[in-house]
């Protein structure tokens, strides 16, 4: 039988007091259930994309690359400790949903433009496109946006033809 690790990642009270099991938790990261467990012994380090995405799943205040041999104190981001209250008041203040959708808003425009320039935006949007159907994929959201979509945008409906357009001309 293998020893526990005797370190313990700041992410491991983050998703206790979100009530997420390690699965839920790396598919929600994008991540193996696997390179969680690694994370949270303090087997493998944290990069700097997975620590953002656990920040942006969490709303925590999680120091990068600490592990200790106790759970360390984690504050929420807009300060005092991370608990179940905290996590509740993050979710729903609209501020936070609303600063993420500005700064997608602002910077893909940008990020686009830089792409352009480079001479391969063409590339840099089919990658986008392709994340945000991972991501809804992941979520499980797609096909409910997608009947959104079309709720929302209906096509227009052809005409039909008539039997006349269809005769021959002589």
């Known amino acids: ?22 699965e839920k938790a790396a598919q929600a990261l994008g991540i193996s259930t696997s ?15 997975i620590h953002l995405r656990m920040r942006a799943l969490s709303g925590a205040d999680i120091p990068q690359g600490v592990c200790t041999e106790t759970i360390p104190p984690v504050e929420h981001t807009s300060g005092g400790p991370y608990d179940a209250g905290s996590l509740e008041r993050w979710k729903k203040n609209p501020y936070h949903r609303e600063r993420i959708l500005r700064f997608i808003d602002r910077n893909l425009p ?48 052809k ?12």
Do not use: C
């Not at 949007?125 to 009947?147: K, P, Q, T």
């Open 1 to 22: 039988m293998a020893r526990p690790s005797r370190f313990v990642h700041p992410f491991r009270a983050v998703r206790d007091i979100m009530g997420l099991s390690q």
């Open 35 to 49: 390179t969680l467990q690694q994370i949270e012994r303090g087997i493998l380090p944290v990069s700097q994309e």
């Open 110 to 157: 940008l990020f686009a433009e830089v792409a352009e320039k480079r001479g391969y935006l063409q590339t840099f949007l089919w990658a986008v496109a392709r994340a945000m159907l991972r991501l809804a994929d992941d979520f499980g959201i797609r096909e409910e946006a997608e009947r959104l979509w079309d709720e929302r945008n209906p096509s227009p409906k």
């Open 159 to 170: 005409p039909k033809k008539s039997l006349e357009s269809k005769k021959k001309r002589p």
